[in-house]
């Protein structure tokens, strides 16, 4: 039995609960989901996937699954990762297609696509020889080389560590051999973190006291490897997955496009795919260009790139920027565009949330999380109508997604997304979520007590 549901405000709560009531027969808790099979924890020890802790994807056992239950041959992921939902699709001689916006997923998905479908071990490993020699060599590196800071990455290595970086850039950058150069790039990629004096948190980098850094708190990360020594590790294991990979994923390669779904979409033809297995970005404040700064630094992107980066994201963070001006621009007089304001503007659940947050704007921890409530929602709205226009007659839509809270105001995501579904041509058969819900965040648990927010898997079947 669903509680029902109460604003801590005292506000309007009669969208939110009008939805609740509307998809309560669909509302189930699937007990083969947990958070292992849902999130990365699933690919921490699968060949490839667990080069690159990429915590923002799904579990390839999931994409499996899921695979089966709908009977795929065309299948589609728009917010890619690092391809897990492609990359499992073609293996299986399917037509797998990813868009993923952060080039960091898109080199880790290239990858392993690689080293399925063509790559010897024994070429590898003599390549990956000769990179690490010329880092314990002492020749100096190219100035052209240096791993070019931007402010939030400023002092996050050793010198030492700094001519190591310039020396495996230049060895990649000259070699002749492109295949094997994209797994040694993606090797030095994936151990940045580790030789560094960062560590992921949320949505934030911890900073080691020893970088130098004024900090607010003190953290150790311990004794923090050499390149070399967190090279051998990971040229090894990528050494061990070629073989592997290619039983896996050797049926074919995926069509992996770095772009934001928002341009890649529109321009796919209509009724070309039969099923998307996808998770969005949660509406949860994480920026992920600040989460993998490093790495996409390693990648050439500079102060501006990432400002274009962090604005062309899904909005899910209270850095972004409205895009509503863009994407009407972008879309013109199109009928699919109309319909996915009308959506959103409709939408009541959406706009009482908006309403109570905007009463209380000066109590809020940043009062551009209004902002990004908005523009997740006007964005999503768009996403799912083109899922609408490209998804065929009885194809199927699986969708993992969090649902959040702010200010002690739940905001039922599941609910609200399957809404824009059955207005996009979708019947939404179920929602599934995880027997046990994630906590709220410590913050909002002291003011307005423990409560489980739900985590989701969505299925949509295409009836029109």
Known sequence: ??????????????????????????LSVRESLSRRVVSYQGNKSAPGLRWMKYKEGFSSELVDTLIDEAESRRVLDPFAGIGTTPLIAAGRGLEGTGIEIMPVGVL??????????GIRPDEFDKAADQLLKRIE?????????????????????????????????????QMGNAPVATLLNL???????????????????????????????????????????????????????????????????????????????RKMPSASMDTVITSPPYANRYDYTRTYALELVWLGLDQNDFT???????????????????????????????????????????????????????????????????GYFFEMAIVIAELGRII???GTVFMVNDNVQYHGEEVPVDLILSDFAEQSGFECRNIWSLARGKGNSSQQMGRFGRREIRKCLYKWVRTT
């Open 308 to 374: 274009a980066l962090r604005q062309n994201l899904l909005s899910a963070t209270v850095e972004n920027k409205s895009k509503m001006t863009w994407l009407h621009e972008f879309y013109g007089e199109s009928s699919l565009l109309k319909n996915a304001v009308a959506m959103y503007s409709g939408q009541e659940a959406i706009q009482e949330i908006l309403a109570t947050l905007e009463g209380k704007r000066k109590e809020l921890s940043n009062p551009h999380i209004i902002r990004l409530i908005e």
């Open 187 to 265: 090797a030095c990629m994936s151990v940045l973190e580790d030789i560094s004096y960062t560590r992921k948190d949320g949505q934030y980098l911890r900073w080691d006291h020893r970088s130098g850094r004024s900090l607010r708190s003190h953290m150790d990360k311990g004794e923090i490897q050499s390149l070399a020594n967190a090279l051998r590790t990971r040229l090894r294991e990528i050494s061990e997955d070629i073989e592997p990979l290619n039983l896996k994923f050797g049926s074919g390669s995926p069509t992996l496009k770095t772009a934001s779904c928002l341009d890649a979409l």
């Open 392 to 394: 065929i007659p009885g």
């Open 137 to 173: 060599s002492k020749r100096k590196p190219r100035k052209k080389d240096a791993f070019r800071h931007v402010r939030i990455t400023e002092s996050a290595f050793s010198d030492q560590t700094e001519l190591d970086l310039a020396k495996a850039k230049g060895y990649i950058e």
């Open 108 to 117: 880790a998905g290239n990858a392993m696509a690689t080293a399925a479908n």
């Open 1 to 26: 039995m669903l509680s029902p549901i109460i604003s801590p405000h005292g506000g309007c709560v009669h969208g939110r609960q009008s939805l609740q009531d509307r998809f309560a027969s669909r």
